[in-house]
């Protein structure tokens, strides 16, 4: 049974110009799990995640941390207790980036000399280079900057992490990696984390469990994001998450995909050669004006013929320029007589499979790619094969049918 960490109980706040910022507010968190608040501005997000270290008092109704009524903590006490990481870094800019982390620590009483040692280490497992230690602050980008507010908010190692909009000052690219870290982050500590973020693709990316809230400070839904896409509660969650809520879902369908072997060019030889992962080899290209394989290279293939994608392994009509690692860079169209075009012709490939990866990755690599096709690689990055569009879409089709099946089943 999964402990509750954070309760919040009949929880309302009105502030003295008489806005009701947080509306009878039941929630209980779970230890360990990611949760978001999400919801437009001003529907009591923040406010709530302030509730849990005091930096503001419920008007009425109780917040508990581990079973006990943070009311009856004091607060500096409680806020030692918890990470805390704003939208601004918040990092003092007269103390270098070891000493802003070493704060905490110092306080609770840790030597300079261990806080900082740690503090270096932490640099590390947020994706930053040991050397900015001594930096300043404003000599960091801000996504560095974020990153050292991350890292400092480990740092007294508390069980709860708070995050106020921690990356929607950075860039959209430096905002994916700064997820994909917390992410890594969060499967190596199984922290407590409360996130708050006004982005609900951010909220369903990070998100073990998201809280939508909705105007006037009242919780509208509290689900995984899978439940989310696929039944969001009322018209303001299903409009708040927005368009392509099917597609998205789509982000948590696995499903068997067959890998078929694909004829790939290498751009530095001129060699063409055919990567056949079923075979776990690379096998020389026949010159017949084909790929030298039919479907039945496949692992499992039997397809409609129809749909994006649909056709031969030949990736009729394309060939996969690939480089020395046999990474892929891209496709050529081929013409009838088997001759790719030339370079100037690329058509830069779009997004890649990996195994494991969703059908949602899967779809898109299809959609993005000229030939219909979608690249699969291996861990390394080297060609695997290629995905059929018609079979990347049959599998959708049989995981929608499997969940009515077991929405159906008493
Ligand atoms: N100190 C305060 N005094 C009075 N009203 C406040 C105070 N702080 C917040 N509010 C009001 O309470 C409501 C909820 O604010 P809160 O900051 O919790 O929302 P939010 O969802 O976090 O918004 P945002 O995404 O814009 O940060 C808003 O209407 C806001 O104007």
Redesign the pocket.
Known sequence: MTETAIRYSGVSKV???G?T??DHLDLEIPTGSLTVFV??????????LRMLNRMVEPTSGTVEINGRNVADVPAAQLRRSMGYVMQQSGLMPHRTVEDNIATVPRLNGVSKSTARTNARKLLGSVGLDESLATRYPAQLSGGQQQRVGVARALAADPPILLMD?PFSAVDPVVRQDLQRELLDLQQRLHRTIVF?T?DIDEAITLGNRVAV?ARG?KLAQYATPEELLRAPANDFVADFIGRDRGFRSLTFDRAPVAVHPVTVLNADTGQRSLVDSARGDTAPWQADGTTGVTDDGAHDATHAGAGIGAGAASSQGWILLVNERNAPLGWLPVDGAGNPAPREQLRVGGTLWRAGDSLRTALDAALSSPSGQAVAVHQDGSVAGVLRGDEIMRAIEEQRNERSDRRERP
Do not use: I, L, R
């Open positions: 502030y003295s110009n806005t910022a947080v919801g437009p501005s001003g529907c009591g997000k923040t406010t709530s909009e708050v006004h809230f400070g």
